[in-house]
């Protein structure tokens, strides 16, 4: 049994089956995918299909909240936001992968039941990050979504012998392996590559996939 976890994927189904396709993926292995399947990419509706479709073929898949899927979900509840949403979080692009705008009820019910955040043995799983300022983090499930520049606030004691895994904030591959060569003295690592914003913004255009027990990981350019 292997274990890899992804993040930010928005919309870039080709990347993420290219690198599905590099990991050979089997059904003993464990994928966590760390929310941001959507917005700013051509292929949202496409990546939840690949998402369920591994699911129902039998593949352990887990899948967080994401801080765009909870705005996909806030914008459909409440109209005053739905231009936020469709022009600052690149919503439109998500529209556009549905045929017509038609959201099918397994996508709308598969996105309103993801967690916001998981913890294994040696392992814990987020977005974003936690507001180790508060008693309880897991009780501020905002910051879960959309905290950035929390490492200074890390506490180890109450993250105990585990490594905190998230995405959310885009940043350079050799930034990323930085922080996976430094896990012994920070334990926490961003995996967000930046796929989507590739030809964008310097140093970015990979989808990451982290291996929890070799601790390798494979950059997979943007494809879409």
Not at 124 to 140: E, I, Q, S, Y
């Amino acid at each position: 049994m292997r274990r890899f976890a992804v993040s930010d994927i928005h919309g870039c189904n080709k990347t993420f089956r290219n690198l599905l396709d590099r990991l050979a993926l089997t059904r003993d292995d464990e994928l966590y995918l760390l929310g941001d399947f959507i917005d700013r990419g051509p292929g949202s509706k496409q990546v939840i299909d690949t998402v369920l479709e591994l699911a129902d073929s039998g593949y352990c898949v887990s899948s967080l909240m994401g801080n765009h899927e909870y705005a996909f979900l806030r914008a459909l509840s409440e109209a005053s936001f739905y231009d936020t949403w469709e022009n600052g979080y690149g919503g439109k692009a998500t529209m556009d992968s549905y045929d017509a705008g038609r959201i099918p009820e397994e996508h709308l019910e598969w996105i309103g039941n993801l967690s916001f955040y998981l913890s294994v043995e040696d392992y814990f799983f987020v977005h974003a990050g936690l507001n180790f300022r508060t008693p309880d983090p897991l009780k501020d499930p905002t910051s879960m979504l959309y905290i950035r520049n929390w490492y200074d606030e890390l506490d180890r004691s109450w993250l105990g012998n585990r490594i905190l895994v998230h995405g959310h904030t885009p940043i350079a591959k050799e930034a990323i392996l930085r922080q996976r060569d430094s896990l012994d003295y920070l334990p926490a690592l961003n995996i967000d590559a930046g796929c989507v914003y590739a030809g964008i913004r310097p140093g970015l255009g990979y989808l990451c996939a982290f291996d929890l027990d070799s601790r390798a990981l494979y950059f997979e350019e943007k494809a879409d």
